[in-house]
C-alpha cells in the first residue's frame, strides 16, 4: 500500500467517525481533514494559514472547532502535533 492509499484510507476513517458522531461533512471540514493528514501542525494557527491557501472563507473559529470535534471523538491529541493516529485508522 503507498503513501497515497494510506492517507486515503486515514481520511475516510475520519469522515466514517465524524458522521457516526453526527457531524455534517462540510467542504472545510474536509479541507481541514487534509490538512490535518498531510502536513504535521503543531497548532491551529497553522492549520488555519494552510487551509486558508485553499479557501479564503474559512475561519480561525472553524478551525478551532474541528479540532475540538477531533479531540471529543478521540481521532487526534494535542500531544502528538494534531496528527491523526494511523492505529485508530486501521481498526
Known amino acids: 500500500m503507498n503513501q497515497a492509499d494510506i492517507l486515503e484510507e486515514k481520511r475516510a476513517y475520519v469522515i466514517r467517525e465524524l458522521k457516526r458522531n453526527g457531524c455534517r461533512i462540510t467542504n472545510q471540514r474536509q479541507i481541514l481533514i487534509d490538512v490535518i493528514l498531510q502536513d504535521e501542525c503543531c497548532c491551529c494557527k497553522e492549520m488555519y494559514y494552510q487551509a486558508l491557501e485553499k479557501d479564503p472563507t474559512i475561519g480561525m ?30 481498526a
Open 61 to 90: 473559529a472553524t478551525v478551532y472547532r474541528m479540532v475540538k470535534t477531533l479531540e471529543e471523538i478521540g481521532l487526534i491529541q494535542r500531544k502528538n502535533l494534531y496528527r491523526i493516529d494511523g492505529d485508530s485508522a486501521s
